[in-house]
Nanobody
Framework: VQLQAFGGGLVQAGDSLRLSCAAS????????VGWFRQAPGNEREFVAV????????VFADSVRGRFTIFRDNAKNTVHLQMNRLKPGDTAVYYC?????????????????WGQGTKVTVSS
């Protein structure tokens, strides 16, 4: 599976942005997909995950209530809708996927990774 993350950009605090993770491969619908981010000087951290079926999602405390994650398996795409963005959300965002339990992705481990897309939130 090859993943490509896109949709990042420069926005102001309070704005919304939607990131997308597009995947190759016909079995993408069997993969849990997570979003992660890494701010300058920080380690990569978990943001959100969605199960293969889309029936289960988990969010980091820092984004719960502001971010949503959903998938379109027909288009091999997972989206991260980010609302009420804060300067603290500034980071490079990555998507990761695998045929693993979502807890594995929550823990930061993913068999497949996409390249990052940069999100900058100005105050």
């Amino acid at each position: 599976v090859q993943l490509q993350a896109f949709g990042g950009g420069l926005v102001q605090a309070g704005d919304s942005l939607r990131l997308s993770c597009a995947a190759s491969g016909r079995t993408f619908s069997r993969y849990a997909v997570g979003w992660f981010r890494q701010a300058p000087g920080n380690e990569r951290e978990f943001v959100a995950v969605i199960s293969a079926s889309g029936g289960s999602t988990v969010f980091a405390d820092s984004v719960r209530g502001r971010f949503t994650i959903f998938r379109d398996n027909a288009k091999n795409t997972v989206h991260l809708q980010m609302n009420r963005l804060k300067p603290g959300d500034t980071a490079v965002y990555y998507c990761g996927a695998g045929r693993v339990p979502i807890d594995t992705l929550v823990g930061g481990t993913a068999p497949y990774w996409g390249q990052g897309t940069k999100v900058t939130v100005s105050s």
